[in-house]
């Protein structure tokens, strides 16, 4: 690893579900720009809804969402979090895959985007519990306007 790159985690042993997240979707973006250039240079768009949803369900919401868990670590040591987190990473693969199968075979395989749209939104009703549930409680065990990226010293 380069110099000053030195990560470490905030507690040994234990796998946060906010790294997990984090690291599946820079593979899905970098999946998903490179779809993205290949129908550019190939000047066909039929997959481009698939490849958008990709891009923004499956990286970018899910990036964010790993943000959120390494930012406020408690909210993300939660059973809760690794559920919404496992059904995002699941949800937001299936579902623009599931776009692309549909508009590739004239909408014979439906139930795919849909199941896959309806995990997602059940990750996503999850997390919006989590963050209600985080904040209504200070922080999840830090003072209000604190997490363990403003005092680098906490463990």
């Avoid at 507690?11 to 790294?19: A, P």
Wanted: overall charge positive; proline content about 5%; aromatic content about 6%.
């Amino acid at each position: 690893m380069p110099a000053g790159f030195n990560v470490k985690p905030l507690h040994k042993g234990l796998q946060m579900i906010g790294s997990l997240m984090m690291c599946v979707s820079v593979v899905v973006l970098l999946v998903g720009m490179i779809a993205g250039i290949a129908m550019g240079i190939r000047q066909d768009f039929l997959l481009s809804p698939a490849h958008a949803h990709l891009n923004l369900v499956g990286g970018v919401l899910l990036f964010l969402f790993g943000l959120y868990y390494r930012l406020i670590p408690a909210a993300g040591r939660t059973l809760l979090a690794k559920i919404q987190g496992a059904l995002h990473i699941v949800g937001g693969i299936l579902f623009p895959i599931g776009i692309g199968i549909t508009l590739l075979a004239n909408h014979a395989f439906m139930a795919i985007p849909i199941i896959g749209s309806l995990v997602t939104l059940v990750a996503m009703a999850l997390f919006t519990g989590i963050v209600l549930r985080t904040e209504r409680s200070g922080g999840a065990g830090y003072p209000r306007g604190r997490s363990h990226i403003a005092n680098p010293n906490v463990a």
